[in-house]
C-alpha cells in the first residue's frame, strides 16, 4: 500500500511536497520517520508529562472504550513516545505552577460567578441556567477538529451526562460552527505508519459518535455559522438543529476519497429520504440553512443577526422543564434504534479505516496541505 502511494506522490508532487512538507513527504514515500516534534509540541502543557516523567514510555494495556478519563490520559501519555524524561519532567513542572497559580486567583472570584470548566484546550464548556454549553473554541482554524478536541468532546459529553443541567448544546466560536476533520490530523503518522494511524482514527471517530449515540440527556445544535464533514453528520443524532441563516451544511465525502460517517448513511436517508440523501453524501451537494430545514435535518432557521438571542431565550425556557421527564421521553424516541445506530456506527468506521489508505483520500488530504484545493 505505502509502496503505490508513494509512486503516486512522486508522480504527483515532487517538488512542492518536498518543500512544504519534508515529514509528510517522508512518510508517504515509505521512510516512515517517528515525528518526535509532533510528539513534543503536543507534550507542552499536557498532564501526561506526569506519568512520562516518573514512569517513562507508556507500557500500560490501553483502557477500554467506555472507560473515557482513562483512556484520554493513556492517548495522551501514549502520545509523548520518546520524549526525554526530563523534558516530560519540567514541562510537568511548568503546568503545575500554572495550574497552582491560576487556582491562587480563581479563590478570589465568587463561586456562583463562574461556572466555566476549566482544562479544555479546544472548548469552552459552561453550565449556566440548566445548561450545558460545550463551544468548539479554534475560530482560527473554523473550528476544525483536531485528535484533542474529538478526546475533549467525548470527556465534556461524559461529563454533561452526569451534572445537574437539563440539555446540552453544542456550537462554535467564531464565523464558523465547524470546518470538520482537521486535516493535519493525518499528518502526524505513528511509528507503525499510515495502517496504524488509520487503524487508531477508525477507534477515535467510532468511540466519539458512539457517545453522540448513548447520550441521555436532549442534545441541542446550535449552529452559528457554516458545518462542513462530521460536523453536519452527527447532527442526525441531535434533537434539535437550531441554524443561522449564514449556516451552510456541507459533506464532501466524494471529493475527499472518504465515505459518511456519524451514522449520517442511516440517518440522513430516514430524515430527508434517499435522493436527498444521496445528493448530500454522494455528490456533495451543499445545503443553505433554508434547504436543510425544508428536508428536515435543521429545526428551525433564525435571522443571523438575532441568531443567539432569540435561541438563547427558548433554550433557557426549555431548560426548566422538568428534566427527568425529557430524559424519558428522548430515551422513548431514540432507544429502539440505539443498536441498529452502533452497527451502523462500526460498520462506517472500519469502512473509512479503509478509504483513509487509498490513494484517492491521500491525494485530496495532500491537495488540501499543498493549498492546491479548499471546498
Ligand atoms: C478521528 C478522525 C475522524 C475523522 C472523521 C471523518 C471526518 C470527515 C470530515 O469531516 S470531511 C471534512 C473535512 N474538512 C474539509 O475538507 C475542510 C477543509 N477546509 C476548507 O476547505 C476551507 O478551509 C474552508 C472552506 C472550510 C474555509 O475556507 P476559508 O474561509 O477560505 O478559510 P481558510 O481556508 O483560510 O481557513 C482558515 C484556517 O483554517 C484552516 N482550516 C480550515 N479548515 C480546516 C480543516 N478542516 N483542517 C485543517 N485546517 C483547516 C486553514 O488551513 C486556514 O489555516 P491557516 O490560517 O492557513 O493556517
Not at 477507534?203 to 466519539?208: E, G, S, T
Not at 421521553?329 to 452497527?343: D, F, G, V, W
Request: proline share 5%; with cysteine.
Amino acid at each position: 500500500m505505502a509502496g503505490a502511494v508513494g509512486r503516486v506522490v512522486r508522480r504527483c508532487y515532487p517538488n512542492a511536497l518536498r518543500r512544504l512538507l519534508p515529514c509528510l513527504y517522508r512518510v508517504y514515500t515509505g521512510e516512515f520517520l517517528d515525528i518526535t516534534l509532533c510528539s513534543t509540541v503536543k507534550a507542552k502543557s499536557n498532564p501526561q508529562d506526569h506519568a512520562r516523567a516518573t514512569e517513562g514510555p507508556c507500557n500500560t494495556p490501553k483502557p477500554g472504550v467506555f472507560d473515557l478519563i482513562n483512556k484520554a490520559k493513556w492517548d495522551a501519555w501514549n502520545a509523548l513516545g520518546s520524549l526525554p524524561k526530563e523534558t516530560a519532567r519540567q514541562n510537568y513542572v511548568d503546568l503545575v505552577s500554572g495550574l497552582s497559580s491560576s487556582s491562587d486567583s480563581s479563590s478570589q472570584v465568587k463561586p456562583e460567578a463562574d461556572r466555566k470548566q476549566s482544562g479544555y484546550e479546544t472548548l469552552v464548556v459552561t453550565s449556566e441556567d440548566g445548561i450545558t454549553k460545550i463551544m468548539m473554541n479554534r475560530p482560527a482554524k473554523k473550528n476544525a477538529m483536531t485528535m484533542r478536541m474529538y478526546e475533549e468532546i467525548m470527556l465534556a459529553l461524559k461529563a454533561a451526562s452526569k451534572d445537574d443541567s437539563a440539555i446540552t448544546v453544542l456550537t462554535g466560536n467564531g464565523d464558523y460552527y465547524s470546518s470538520g476533520n482537521d486535516l493535519t490530523n493525518f499528518t502526524d503518522i505513528p511509528s507503525g505508519g499510515v495502517e496504524e494511524k488509520a487503524k487508531n482514527s477508525a477507534i477515535l471517530l467510532r468511540d466519539f459518535v458512539d457517545c453522540f449515540i448513548d447520550f441521555p440527556k436532549p442534545l441541542i445544535a446550535v449552529v452559528n455559522g457554516p458545518a462542513v464533514g462530521i460536523s453536519v453528520t452527527i447532527l442526525g443524532l441531535f434533537e434539535v438543529v437550531y441554524a443561522s441563516d449564514r449556516a451552510t451544511f456541507h459533506t464532501p465525502f466524494s471529493h475527499l476519497g472518504q465515505s459518511p460517517e456519524g451514522c449520517s448513511s442511516y440517518t440522513f436517508p430516514k430524515i430527508m429520504g434517499p435522493a436527498k440523501a444521496a445528493e448530500m453524501l454522494i455528490f456533495g451537494k451543499k445545503l443553505t440553512a433554508a434547504e436543510a430545514c425544508a428536508q428536515g435535518l435543521v429545526t428551525e432557521v433564525f435571522p443571523d443577526s438575532t441568531f443567539q438571542k432569540e435561541v438563547w431565550t427558548r433554550l433557557k425556557a426549555y431548560s426548566k422543564l422538568p428534566p427527568n421527564a425529557m430524559r424519558i421521553s428522548k430515551q422513548m424516541i431514540r432507544n429502539r434504534e440505539k443498536e441498529k445506530l452502533h452497527a451502523v456506527n462500526a460498520e462506517e468506521s472500519s469502512t473509512l479505516q479503509e478509504r483513509w489508505l487509498s490513494d484517492e483520500c491521500m491525494n485530496a488530504i495532500m491537495n488540501f496541505l499543498t493549498r492546491k484545493a479548499k471546498l
